[in-house]
């Protein structure tokens, strides 16, 4: 937590788990206040053809980037879940990792 400041960019998505690691949907909230609520389906797909709801199991992570870029950096916060199933509901993510 000492390691957020005001302006970084919070970005949460999931991911296939067992396939490309490009996002399957995604969010992008300014940090704020904790916890983070977030919802993550079709309509925030990352593009029309790769759809969440096609994905048997996914995972969930959750970036703090400091320069606000899509991309990872160095220094960027991370945290992911377990594999999840489809409809997973009250997916709780502890950030407690920092990008090499």
């Known amino acids: 937590a000492g390691r957020v400041a005001a302006g970084d960019t919070v970005y949460v998505f999931a991911r296939a788990a067992d396939g490309p690691r490009m996002p399957l949907a995604i969010v992008r909230q300014p940090v704020g206040s904790w916890p983070l609520r977030f919802t993550l389906d079709d309509r925030s797909a990352m593009t029309p053809q790769s759809r969440l709801s096609a994905a048997r199991s ?12 899509a991309l990872p950096q160095r220094g960027d ?4 879940s377990a594999p999840l199933g489809p ?11 920092v990008q090499p």
């Open 58 to 69: 996914v995972v969930v992570v959750a970036r703090i980037s400091r320069s606000g870029d």
């Open 77 to 80: 916060l991370i945290g992911e």
């Open 87 to 97: 409809n997973a509901q009250g997916v709780r993510i502890v950030i407690d990792r």
